[in-house]
């Protein structure tokens, strides 16, 4: 693409680099020039004029974007992703449906590297995401681009990101008490929520003693094919009572403690084919956890290991809780 300021005569068929003031009105930046804008042009009194205009092998931005689109999602319907129409260069990706986010890094670095006119951007691995929410917009910078370099970046970003949806309808919450009184039912509502926004519904409410044999006969009972525990009490160890419950039940516990504040105590593993998480007594807030950065991830079928629940600690640090008992720092 050939770039830069040309006599008008020289400037019919081109793209207009930057928008002007012409005597009838303003002319758009990206508008192909014909012999009228010319005049109108040097009716102002412009003599000369910056443009941008194709050669051989030159994709215009538009279509340069769609095709890339087109190869970072090959199968829109199977990625759960939607591609809008492209403008003034630029496409946006959109979730058709709940689910978190799946991006290959690698790939986007990939494609982005390719050509600095050529550009991907995404949210953040994981992130949860919603019908109609966007989660990437392609960018084609220039007012064109090469195809062999479009090619390139096409073939470097091919499924780079895609939609994973949630894997299960149902869920079962196992709270327990410490006296005869019943918890508060805030810690429900807000894993009622959470859950709602991926299309999960929580069984009748379960409560029963802090202790294990009592914790073990709920789990195995429950119906939901996701099970939570919340404790009366924080769990401390791993070798505590909710996770001891679960081992009890028949269970594993893959992962106890986590390097995410606030969530520090959670516990995760598996009862059969269900996940089995013990919420952090921080998950009766509404507020973002790192509760809602493993159930949401377990819900949508990612895989996770005690070293991806170490790798959350960079970004780890979320907001403070006002209410804090006791705060991270201390005030003044």
């Known amino acids: ?20 003031q012409a005597r009838e009105g ?51 319907g199977a990625s759960g992703l939607r591609i809008s129409t492209a403008g003034a260069g630029r496409v946006n990706l959109y979730a058709t449906g709940p689910g978190v986010v799946a991006v290959r890094a690698t790939a986007v670095e990939a494609l982005n590297s390719v050509d600095p006119a050529i550009t991907l951007a995404t949210v953040p691995p994981f992130q949860r995401t919603a019908a109609g929410r966007m989660v990437a917009t392609i960018k084609i910078i220039s007012y064109a681009v090469n ?17 994973l949806a949630p894997r299960y309808g149902g869920a079962s919450l196992i709270e327990t ?18 859950l709602e926004r991926l299309g999960l519904t929580l069984s009748p409410r379960r409560v029963v003693p802090h202790d294990e044999a009592a914790i073990a006969d709920a789990l195995t009972a429950a119906p939901g094919e996701v099970l939570f525990v919340l404790g009366a009490s924080a769990t401390s160890d791993s070798r505590d009572v909710a996770p001891e419950g679960l081992r009890r039940a028949g269970g594993t516990v893959s992962a106890f403690g986590m390097p995410v504040d606030p969530g ?27 509760a809602d950065w493993v159930l949401e991830r377990l819900i949508c079928g990612v895989d996770l290991s005690p070293q991806d629940i170490r790798a959350m600690g960079v970004g780890g640090l979320l907001k403070e809780i006002p209410t804090r008992p006791l705060p991270r720092r201390s005030k003044g």
Not at 149 to 158: F, P, V
């Open 1 to 20: 693409m050939k770039f830069g300021a040309v006599p008008l005569a020289q400037a019919q068929g081109a793209i207009l680099a930057h928008s002007v």
């Open 26 to 76: 303003r002319i758009a930046k990206g508008t192909v020039l014909t012999r009228a804008h010319l005049d109108a042009l040097e009716a102002a009194g412009w003599s000369q004029i910056t443009i941008a205009r194709l050669e051989p092998g030159d994709v215009e931005e538009n279509d340069a974007a769609a095709r890339l689109a087109r190869s970072v999602v090959p199968d829109p």
């Open 147 to 163: 195809m062999d370099d479009l090619d390139r970046a096409g073939a470097a970003g091919a499924g780079a990101l895609r939609v």
């Open 177 to 194: 008490r410490v006296s005869t009184r019943q918890p508060s039912a805030k810690g429900r509502e807000a894993l009622a929520v959470r």
């Open 264 to 290: 520090n105590l959670l516990f995760f593993g598996w009862l059969g084919a269900k996940p089995v998480i013990g919420l952090p007594g921080c998950a009766r807030s509404p507020a973002m956890n790192g």
